[in-house]
């Protein structure tokens, strides 16, 4: 019995919600950027679910463009924390707050 | 001419400005005296020119209205500029007119000299302007404004000399107390008007008079309007209670006193009351009233005036009482012999204020009259005129005085009661024996002023005012014989105003008619009597001066409540002055507007400041915290479509 | 009477792969975000990667596969790691300036799963939306999807291509020491 794509769904949710606990309570910058990552990958798992189900290679194509996208913004990332450290010797986020009142 | 009359309002205020804007830089003060007083004899002339023309009319044409412009078209309320040229009307403005020419004249020779020349003419003809509103307004806005306008002059010319000290206070202080007791009166005024408007849905003379006689209105609204109305005439003509600020009004310039305080304003109230004379008539219980305090207050101001020491203040108070006998007139539904009144106390009162002004001139500043004595040989034309206007007001025949005076008497006995000419006629004996205890402790008798004093007749432009009023307080009178002595005619002055009156006397209550001879004996008895107290004031203060100290000290209790005013301003201080500022202090300044007022302003913003305090931590600047809201949000976006699943 | 042959016949392979799979991948996730020590975490994520692969797999979207694992857990994990080497963060101390933070978003987090579980559930797609298992085949091969990036989504090929480039130089220049 094939698998039903409302399982496929789910774990996706899983996945998304598990990165934006993640995002949300850890306080290493690093940590942060893998949540992110990994909320990133979620998206791909439901888009390649439809695409599978739907039998429309255009969601295999856009996780083909997410994958791009989310090299570049790690590589991007991982540079900024890296200036960041240098300046403040510190990687945890609540540290790092010169937006506050 | 009649078509012009807006012309008598429009001089004067032209002069107003002509002399205030450019007043300071006119150094020549002849030019500024005749733009001042050439303003005022215009005037005189378009109203004698509007009377000839309404005498060539039928009797029953002789109200025209000139309009000039819509001014207030609100609703129900339809107000215009526009001036009512009746018999009523034209004898005002000749009055105001004649009597303020003489009087602009008088004070170009008085105010010589003085450093604000031109600011004190721009203020008179300020103040004819506000007067020719009053009394040629055809509703009630008009009149209301005119009310108003000639209580502000009033105000500015008493306080002219603002810089001057005036018995406890300033001069200053004596304006404000003639506006705000005029206020007061005022508001009653006002009240009236909401109610006329109320009830009969216009404030136009014409059509709230017709609507009176027609439309079917219960008493108590009568009352109760005419009541307002009358408290308003209280405040500004000086009846009881709100008579106090005439006395005090005497810090002005004397001719100030004269055309205001004695000729004009005051008399304001008169002419409001003769106006309305259909809404009073249809008030008995009102004209009971205004009769009782127009008498009591006669009796009540000449027994005042009796023991005073200033020459002005006996004058004033004076005229407290004369203004007592014209409501005393009205109140009784003699409407004529009001206004007949009112035109030869004009010409009397202003001749003896003039004539004051003329010997505090040359006495430099000297008001006590104490300090006066046999000035007849250094002014003989000053006495010879102030002697007629005594003689006037005394009601001495064939003077004025008698005529208009005895017709109030006359009416007081017939259509009121005998206990009302009872007042009258003892006022009247009072009146000639202060009068004459002016008169002979002024300028007959032993001169009882130092020697630093050098009196001197005035120069020409301030005597021959006074013998134009002479003149008139003369022979003024014999305009108004009663119909007993002037054969077919009957009573011309009351003749020439009966028009106005003719619904008004219709609700008239009176009580049937008298024989001739009555109204002989009476007017006997009233002059017999003032002869008399014209006799004994010369016995007192010139054949035997020790009897009046004498008989002061032997009535200490009664002459010190005299000489007090029957402490009147210290009750009235008391009671109402006094508690209204504390309250102020206390309570209105500090608690309501200091704590209340700004507390509601300054709390607001301080609310805020609070509030913004603590919503300002939001902005933590760590970035998971917006993250979380954020998250928040979603949450609710969820929620809000899974609802509307 | 059912044998065991039978039985196992409801649960059929692909769904026995796709639990072990999908197990795996959530476990990894969960750890992945409460290891303290940054290293776990970045290995916990080379596993949920690994098995997301599995599950493209399953799905018959092969290049996507290769790529997730070639692309994701080859180059960017590793990305990570250097970048962990270098910069040599402490242990987390997982305490938090603001209290109940934590709690507060893992209630958040929960909340929001089960509004979406809900969702989905309500919505059932399953109903309409059948596998159609040679069009998905059809559809993940290397050939299509290379034929649909040099045809139809040229534009936004070539313009990942600038991205890249731009990023490239971005970290570059970021992460330089200070010009002489």
């Given at each position: 019995m094939p698998v039903p794509i409302e399982y496929y769904l789910i774990l996706s949710a899983?996945?998304?919600?598990?990165?934006?606990?993640?995002?949300?309570?850890?306080?290493?910058?690093?940590?942060?950027?893998?949540?992110?990552?990994?909320?990133?990958?979620?998206?791909?798992?439901?888009?390649?679910?439809?695409?599978?189900?739907?039998?429309?290679?255009?969601?295999?194509?856009?996780?083909?463009?997410?994958?791009?996208?989310?090299?570049?913004?790690?590589?991007?990332?991982?540079?900024?924390?890296?200036?960041?450290?240098?300046?403040?010797?510190?990687?945890?986020?609540?540290?790092?707050?010169?937006?506050?009142? | 001419m009649t078509q012009y009359i807006y012309l008598t309002v429009l001089l004067p205020f032209l002069g107003f400005l002509v002399n205030g804007i450019f007043g300071s830089r006119?150094?020549?003060?002849?030019?500024?005296?005749?733009?001042?007083?050439?303003?005022?004899?215009?005037?005189?002339?378009?109203?004698?020119?509007?009377?000839?023309?309404?005498?060539?009319?039928?009797?029953?044409?002789?109200?025209?209205?000139?309009?000039?412009?819509?001014?207030?078209?609100?609703?129900?309320?339809?107000?215009?500029?526009?001036?009512?040229?009746?018999?009523?009307?034209?004898?005002?403005?000749?009055?105001?007119?004649?009597?303020?020419?003489?009087?602009?004249?008088?004070?170009?020779?008085?105010?010589?000299?003085?450093?604000?020349?031109?600011?004190?003419?721009?203020?008179?003809?300020?103040?004819?302007?506000?007067?020719?509103?009053?009394?040629?307004?055809?509703?009630?806005?008009?009149?209301?404004?005119?009310?108003?306008?000639?209580?502000?002059?009033?105000?500015?010319?008493?306080?002219?000399?603002?810089?001057?000290k005036f018995e406890k206070g300033t001069t200053g202080d004596a304006a404000k107390k003639a506006f705000i007791v005029n206020r007061i009166g005022d508001f009653g005024f006002l009240l009236g008007m909401f109610l006329i408007f109320m009830t009969f849905g216009s404030l136009n003379f014409g059509e709230v008079f017709a609507r009176a006689s027609s439309f079917n209105v219960p008493v108590s609204i009568f009352n109760f309007i005419a009541l307002f109305l009358f408290i308003g005439a209280t405040g500004k003509s000086a009846q009881i209670p709100l008579y106090i600020w005439l006395p005090d009004a005497m810090a002005g310039p004397t001719p100030v006193s004269a055309l205001i305080h004695a000729a004009t304003m005051v008399t304001a109230g008169v002419y409001m009351v003769a106006r309305c004379s259909i809404i009073f008539a249809s008030a008995p219980a009102i004209m009971i009233l205004i009769a009782i305090v127009g008498a009591l207050t006669a009796i009540f101001a000449a027994s005042i005036g009796l023991v005073q020491n200033d020459i002005k203040k006996i004058l004033a108070y004076s005229t407290v009482s004369q203004l007592g006998y014209m409501f005393l007139a009205l109140g009784v539904g003699a409407f004529t012999a009001g206004i007949f009144h009112v035109m030869t106390h004009a010409f009397f009162k202003a001749l003896l204020f003039l004539g004051a002004g003329s010997v505090i001139h040359s006495m430099h500043d000297e008001q006590d009259i104490q300090h006066y004595g046999g000035l007849k040989k250094?002014?003989?034309?000053?006495?010879?005129?102030?002697?007629?206007?005594?003689l006037a007001i005394s009601g001495i025949p064939p003077l004025s005085g008698f005529f208009s005076k005895d017709d109030i008497l006359w009416y007081a006995f017939a259509n009121g009661s005998f206990l009302l000419w009872l007042i009258g006629a003892v006022t009247a004996l009072l009146t000639a024996f202060y009068m004459f205890r002016l008169y002979f402790l002024t300028f007959e008798g032993k001169e009882r002023f130092g020697h630093d004093k050098h009196p001197h007749e005035s120069p020409g432009l301030m005597t021959i005012p006074l013998m134009v009023l002479a003149v008139l307080s003369a022979?003024?009178?014999?305009?108004?014989?009663?119909?007993?002595?002037?054969?077919?005619?009957?009573?011309?002055?009351?003749?020439?105003?009966?028009?106005?009156?003719?619904?008004?006397?219709?609700?008239?209550?009176?009580?049937g008619t008298y024989s001739s001879f009555e109204e002989i004996s009476?007017?006997?008895?009233?002059?017999?009597?003032?002869?008399?107290?014209?006799?004994?004031?010369?016995?007192?203060?010139?054949?035997?001066?020790?009897?009046?100290?004498?008989?002061?000290?032997?009535?200490?209790?009664?002459?010190?409540?005299?000489?007090?005013?029957?402490?009147?301003?210290?009750?009235?201080?008391?009671?109402?002055?006094?508690?209204?500022?504390?309250?102020?202090?206390?309570?209105?300044?500090?608690?309501?507007?200091?704590r209340i007022i700004d507390g509601l302003v300054n709390g607001t913003a301080s609310l805020i400041e609070t509030?913004?305090?603590?919503?300002?931590?939001?902005?933590?600047?760590?970035?998971?915290?917006?993250?979380?809201?954020?998250?928040?949000?979603?949450?609710?976006?969820?929620?809000?479509?899974?609802?509307?699943? | 009477?059912?044998?065991?042959?039978?039985?196992?016949?409801?649960?059929?392979?692909?769904?026995?792969?796709?639990?072990?799979?999908?197990?795996?991948?959530?476990?990894?996730?969960?750890?992945?975000?409460?290891?303290?020590?940054?290293?776990?975490?970045?290995?916990?994520?080379?596993?949920?990667?690994?098995?997301?692969?599995?599950?493209?797999?399953?799905?018959?979207?092969?290049f996507i596969a290769v790529a997730e694992v070639i692309v994701y857990a080859g180059a960017i994990m590793v990305l990570f790691l250097f970048v962990i080497m270098l910069l040599r963060p402490e242990h987390e101390k997982l305490a938090f300036k603001i209290p109940g933070i934590k709690t507060f978003s893992i209630v958040i987090a929960v909340i929001v799963f089960l509004q979406l579980a809900y969702i989905i559930f309500f919505a059932h797609p399953g109903t309409s939306l059948k596998p159609d298992v040679a069009a998905s085949i059809k559809a993940g091969t290397v050939e299509t999807i290379g034929r649909e990036l040099f045809t139809n989504y040229v534009l936004p090929f070539e313009a990942a291509g600038y991205l890249l480039l731009a990023a490239t130089i971005g970290a570059v220049v970021l992460a330089k020491k200070k010009f002489e």
């Open positions: 899983f996945m998304f919600l598990t990165g934006v606990a993640g995002v949300l309570t850890r306080r290493n910058a690093i940590v942060v950027f893998m949540s992110i990552e990994l909320m990133l990958n979620s998206a791909n798992l439901t888009l390649v679910t439809f695409s599978s189900y739907l039998g429309n290679p255009a969601g295999q194509i856009f996780v083909f463009f997410v994958m791009t996208v989310a090299a570049a913004e790690a590589a991007v990332g991982l540079a900024i924390i890296i200036a960041l450290f240098r300046n403040k010797l510190t990687m945890n986020i609540d540290e790092i707050n010169i937006l506050k009142w | 006119i150094k020549n003060e002849k030019i500024i005296g005749i733009i001042g007083s050439g303003t005022i004899g215009l005037s005189f002339l378009v109203a004698v020119g509007a009377f000839i023309q309404t005498l060539g009319l039928p009797v029953e044409e002789r109200k025209t209205i000139v309009t000039l412009f819509n001014w207030i078209k609100v609703g129900g309320l339809n107000v215009n500029i526009a001036y009512q040229v009746d018999q009523l009307s034209l004898v005002m403005a000749l009055i105001v007119t004649g009597v303020g020419f003489i009087i602009h004249v008088y004070s170009i020779g008085y105010m010589h000299g003085d450093k604000s020349f031109w600011r004190f003419f721009s203020y008179l003809n300020l103040f004819i302007f506000a007067m020719m509103n009053l009394i040629l307004g055809d509703n009630f806005v008009l009149l209301f404004l005119g009310w108003e306008g000639v209580g502000l002059c009033s105000y500015l010319l008493i306080g002219f000399w603002y810089d001057r250094y002014m003989p034309r000053t006495a010879m005129t102030f002697l007629v206007a005594a022979i003024g009178g014999f305009i108004g014989i009663p119909a007993l002595f002037s054969g077919e005619g009957g009573n011309r002055f009351e003749n020439w105003l009966e028009p106005v009156f003719k619904s008004a006397n219709f609700k008239v209550i009176s009580y009476l007017m006997l008895i009233t002059v017999a009597g003032a002869a008399l107290a014209i006799y004994f004031a010369r016995y007192i203060y010139i054949k035997n001066p020790h009897f009046a100290v004498s008989a002061s000290r032997k009535f200490k209790g009664i002459y010190n409540i005299l000489l007090n005013k029957y402490f009147v301003d210290e009750f009235y201080d008391a009671a109402i002055v006094t508690p209204i500022l504390r309250s102020s202090d206390n309570f209105l300044w500090r608690i309501f507007d200091i509030i913004s305090g603590k919503i300002r931590k939001i902005q933590t600047g760590v970035t998971q915290i917006y993250a979380v809201v954020m998250m928040l949000g979603i949450v609710i976006a969820f929620f809000w479509i899974i609802l509307s699943l | 009477m059912k044998t065991s042959e039978d039985t196992i016949k409801i649960m059929s392979i692909e769904l026995i792969l796709f639990i072990i799979f999908g197990l795996v991948a959530a476990v990894s996730a969960i750890l992945m975000i409460t290891r303290s020590n940054p290293v776990m975490s970045a290995l916990f994520l080379i596993v949920n990667f690994g098995s997301l692969a599995g599950l493209y797999i399953l799905l018959n979207a092969q």
